[in-house]
């Protein structure tokens, strides 16, 4: 089965989580020992990237000792068009779409569109949100953020990357946030659209994962968290078990 009808069934069947993992944040090998540990814990689905500066080695390298490590899908996060590699099993197809700045609404994905066409790597199409406080990705990706108190802006774009034809809307508050993506917002998006809504950014205790599940998210993303933690397992798991109210 295709990842994208993987994820539609995991959200039929109850909340998903997500790993994401920064190839530029560890070594290849860290990158599978997390892993390892995440699929312990029960997360779903893998996604690797989130960095501008990497490069097709290492994060081919990456996706392969994630893949040693589990048998859960791993999603490529792309935060350039340089971000490919044909050992993944999908790639979110993505376009910040508050950007202020082309490149990261059109031009990598041009950029990237004849590469792509070349491999049988499933394009996942997403539309991404930067709401405040955006940290490196709002900045490096020249985002005018949404605001805290701005839910109908996020419910525009939203619905926006719906209309567009997009499979997924992604609403981020940025890695290594204070906070997570509002639950007004999460709430007001979530009732809008029809097509799965994922959070990220600022979720690092179970509290924070339920809050983000419980305003609307079908899928919610954890990062630095599993990246930092000396047992990632031991951190993990409640925030799993937060989302999926095990």
Same mark, same amino acid.
């Given at each position: 089965?295709?990842?994208?009808?993987?994820?539609?069934?995991?959200?039929?069947?109850?909340?998903?989580?997500?790993?994401l993992i920064d190839p530029a944040a560890q070594a290849p090998e860290k990158a599978g020992d997390i892993a390892s540990e995440a699929d312990r814990a029960g997360?779903?689905?893998?996604?690797?990237?989130g960095s501008t500066d990497i490069d097709r080695?290492?994060?081919?390298?990456?996706?392969a000792e994630i893949k040693k490590s589990s048998k859960r899908p791993v999603i490529i996060f792309p935060g350039s068009s340089s971000m490919i590699c044909s050992n993944a099993d999908a790639i979110y197809f993505m376009s910040l779409l508050n950007s202020r700045s082309t490149e990261f609404v059109?031009? @990598?994905?041009?950029?990237?569109? +004849?590469?792509?066409? =070349?491999?049988?790597l499933e394009k996942i199409p997403m539309g991404y949100i930067v709401v405040e406080p955006g940290m490196t990705v709002g900045r490096v990706g020249m985002a005018d953020l949404v605001m805290k108190d701005q839910p109908e802006r996020a419910v525009s774009y939203a619905l926006a990357a719906e209309m567009f034809g997009m499979s997924l809307v992604y609403l981020e508050a940025g890695s290594g946030s204070?906070? @997570?993506?509002?639950?007004?917002? +999460?709430?007001?998006? =979530?009732r809008n659209i029809s097509i799965p809504l994922i959070v990220g950014g600022g979720i690092r205790t179970p509290e924070a994962a339920r809050e983000v599940s419980s305003a609307g998210a079908d899928i919610v993303v954890t990062g630095t968290v599993a990246e930092k933690a000396r047992d990632v397992y031991t951190v993990l798991e409640p925030i799993i078990s937060a989302i999926k109210h095990r």
């Open positions: 089965m295709r990842i994208y009808g993987q994820i539609q069934d995991r959200i039929a069947e109850g909340k998903v989580h997500m790993t997360t779903d689905f893998f996604m690797v990237g080695k290492r994060i081919t390298n990456c996706v059109i031009g @990598h994905q041009v950029m990237a569109a +004849i590469p792509l066409s =070349k491999l049988k204070p906070d @997570h993506v509002p639950d007004q917002i +999460i709430q007001e998006v =979530k």
